[in-house]
T-cell receptor
Framework: EPEVTQTPSHQVTQMGQEVILRCVPISNHLYFYWYRQILGQKVEFLVSFYNNEISEKSEIFDDQFSVERPDGSNFTLKIRSTKLEDSAMYFC??????????????FGPGTRLLVL | AQSVTQLGSHVSVSEGALVLLRCNYSSSVPPYLFWYVQYPNQGLQLLLKYTSAATLVKGINGFEAEFKKSETSFHLTKPSAHMSDAAEYFCAVTGEAAGNKLTFGGGTRVLVKP
C-alpha cells in the first residue's frame, strides 16, 4: 500500500541553524500539508500546498518557514533560523484529489526536531 | 473557527471490554470529522470519517463512530478491545470554510490491560 515517507526520522540542530525536512507524498496525490505537534500539545496545521503554491497557511507559518516541491516526488519544509520553540514532531501529509476537505489526508511517520 | 475536545488524555480498558473515546467539536459550518490512530513510531492512520452521508460510520479494525449534530459529538467505539488497539487516537474536524486544514483534538492514549 502506498505511504507517505519522511526523512530524517530525528534531527538535532543548534538554535539559529537552518533545517530542511523532507517528505515523499503518495505519488498520485495533489495536495500536500505540513503539521506539527509540540510535545504534550495538539497537532497543529502549518501549511497546505497545491499546484506548486501555498493554498493556506497558519499564523505559525511565518517568514522563517518555507515549503517547496523541488521535483516531482519530494516536498520539503525549510526552517531558516531555528528557535528553541520549533522543537516538535513535524508531520507531512498528502491527499489524492482537489475534491475538498472531505478527502482523506494520509500522514507520514513524522520527523522529530530538537533545537538546542 | 473550529475546535475539537477529546475528553480524557488517557483511557485504560481491559481486553474484551468496550472502548469509548469521546470527541466533541465546534464548527460554524457543516463539519467533516475524522478519527486517526497513531501506533508507536508510525504516522497517523485514518480509522474512519464522516462526510455528511450516514451518521453511523464504520471504520477499520472494528471501530465505529456516530455523528450527533444535536450533541456536537463524534464518539468512537469498539465493542471489544484487543491488545493491538493500544495506541493514541486523534479526532479532527474540517469543513468547507476551513479549506483543507484539519483541526485536531489533544489525543487520547489507550492502554489495554490483559
Amino acid at each position: 500500500e502506498p505511504e507517505v515517507t519522511q526523512t530524517p526520522s530525528h534531527q538535532v540542530t543548534q538554535m539559529g541553524q537552518e533545517v530542511i525536512l523532507r517528505c515523499v507524498p503518495i505519488s498520485n496525490h495533489l495536495y500536500f500539508y505540513w503539521y506539527r505537534q509540540i510535545l504534550g500539545q495538539k497537532v497543529e496545521f502549518l501549511v497546505s500546498f497545491y499546484n506548486n503554491e501555498i493554498s493556506e497557511k497558519s499564523e505559525i507559518f511565518d517568514d522563517q518557514f518555507s515549503v517547496e516541491r523541488p521535483d516531482g516526488s519530494n516536498f520539503t519544509l525549510k526552517i531558516r533560523s531555528t528557535k528553541l520553540e520549533d522543537s516538535a514532531m513535524y508531520f507531512c501529509a498528502s491527499s489524492a484529489l482537489a475534491g475538498g476537505p472531505q478527502e482523506t489526508q494520509y500522514f507520514g511517520p513524522g520527523t522529530r526536531l530538537l533545537v538546542l | 473557527a473550529q475546535s475539537v475536545t477529546q475528553l480524557g488524555s488517557h483511557v485504560s480498558v481491559s481486553e474484551g471490554a468496550l472502548v469509548l473515546l469521546r470527541c466533541n467539536y465546534s464548527s460554524s459550518v457543516p463539519p467533516y470529522l475524522f478519527w486517526y490512530v497513531q501506533y508507536p513510531n508510525q504516522g497517523l492512520q485514518l480509522l474512519l470519517k464522516y462526510t455528511s452521508a450516514a451518521t453511523l460510520v464504520k471504520g477499520i479494525n472494528g471501530f465505529e463512530a456516530e455523528f450527533k449534530k444535536s450533541e456536537t459529538s463524534f464518539h468512537l467505539t469498539k465493542p471489544s478491545a484487543h491488545m493491538s488497539d493500544a495506541a493514541e487516537y486523534f479526532c479532527a474536524v474540517t469543513g468547507e470554510a476551513a479549506g483543507n486544514k484539519l483541526t485536531f483534538g489533544g489525543g487520547t492514549r489507550v492502554l489495554v490491560k490483559p
